[in-house]
């Protein structure tokens, strides 16, 4: 694999770096270093989407035809970690790379023509309605159920460790429309406006004191079938598909670079006493940089794949483990880099709303909410348990 830049790709990378430095404001990267959960707030994200949908790159994996930009592998590569390295807010993942996706495969031309400019311009933000109390790894045993009303579904059940409907103005979702021997067969795909009666969010608070994740509940919400994305009882084949490219269609590794780079700093610091200078410390650092490269080069196999019309296949599970192995390695090595100062963390979010002097200074804030929050990576979507079974099973044959 080649990966010398040629003089196009530089000076893509030059633009890049002089369109984010003109628009990327303080307020935004300091809200981003100081955010220490997945998601950025939404009036942080939410706003760099709209920078983002301005210059044409609100959707860096989609069809040109739908409003993406065009790049080959090596462009889009530059721009996620020319990102990374800035510390841009994170976009609605959900809406940009999740449900984007699947709309565009199977979704209806009037689903395209309406949900689709309204996620690039950062107008709508996506939940996700997948996982419910006793139905997560086992997601095709849930119950919150939709029925036939003429025109519409009557949907009754609950939706748990729901990220941001507390801020969402639409869920996608997936809904049992009927029964049969083979429970994947009776899962349909539905799009929901969260302002709909009969909708309540319910907050759950994490380990690390955020307000990230909900429970959402439905008594009898009437969603037009309209809003189903593809044939009735096939919304396991799509909600996979976009499984797929939850777990297999980022870079991760130019975050968890610059994370880790972050806790290196860190650990040469006065700060922390030096601790670089703990042998142990010093080579979990190098074993970690050296995971970091070899995510980096499955990343970039799969993104060339990507640009071939192909979804990510089997190889996303791959991703998803490693990834979420990799985050948990850098903010445990980050706890145990400033060490007893873990104890005076204030267990609040967002961090940079603080209104008062915080026990600690802003370079060591979120290293403890970060490694909390993070105990969660191996879970959410989809468990680590889960992703050495599709490997094992789709790869290689066992």
Not at 292 to 306: F, G, N
Not at 353 to 381: M, Q
């Amino acid at each position: 694999m080649d990966l010398s830049f040629n003089a196009e790709e530089r000076a893509f990378q030059d633009e890049v770096r002089g369109f984010i430095a003109k628009n990327l404001t303080e307020e935004m990267k300091r809200a981003t270093a100081l955010t220490p959960s997945v998601f950025s707030d939404p009036d942080i994200g939410m706003a760099w989407q709209r920078v983002l949908h301005r210059q044409g790159w609100g959707a860096p994996g989609w069809p040109v035809e739908h409003g993406g930009p065009d790049w080959t592998p090596a462009q889009r590569w530059i721009f996620e970690t020319e990102s990374a390295r800035a510390g841009v807010p994170n976009v609605n993942v959900m809406g940009v790379k999740m449900v984007g996706p699947v709309i565009i495969g199977f979704g209806s031309l009037e689903q395209k023509n309406f949900y689709l400019p309204r996620i690039l311009s950062g107008e709508d933000y996506w939940c996700q309605g997948y996982s419910e109390p006793g139905s997560g790894s086992d997601l095709s045993s849930l119950k919150t159920r939709a029925v036939r009303d003429g025109d519409d579904y009557i949907i009754n059940g609950t939706k748990i460790w729901t990220t941001h409907a507390h801020h969402a103005n639409r869920m996608f979702a997936l809904v049992r429309t009927s029964d049969g021997p083979r429970q994947q067969d009776g899962i349909s795909f539905v799009l929901i406006d969260m302002t709909t009666p009969g909708i309540t969010t319910r907050p759950i608070l994490t380990i690390g004191g955020d307000h990230e994740v909900n429970q959402v509940f439905f008594d009898d919400v009437r969603v037009p079938v309209a809003n189903r994305v593809g044939d009735e009882g096939k919304g396991w084949t799509y909600g996979k598909y976009l499984l797929e490219f939850e777990r297999g269609s980022g870079i991760a590794s130019a975050k968890l670079r610059e994370g880790l780079k972050a806790i290196a700093e860190l650990a040469e610091s006065d700060l922390t006493g030096r601790a670089i200078d703990s042998p142990d410390i010093a080579t979990r650092i190098s074993e970690v940089e050296v995971d970091i490269d070899a995510l980096e080069m499955t990343e970039l196999r799969v993104l060339s794949a990507l640009q071939t019309g192909q979804n990510p296949g089997a190889v996303s599970s791959i991703l998803k483990l490693r990834n979420s192995e990799i985050r948990q390695a850098v903010t445990r090595l980050g706890v145990d880099v400033i060490g007893h100062d873990a104890l005076a963390v204030e267990p609040m979010r967002p961090l940079y709303k603080l209104n008062h002097e915080p026990a600690l200074p802003e370079d060591v804030l979120t290293v403890v909410p970060e490694y909390l929050n993070g105990r969660a990576y191996t879970i959410f979507g989809g468990t680590s348990e889960i992703q050495r079974d599709i490997i094992a099973k789709m790869m290689l044959g066992i």
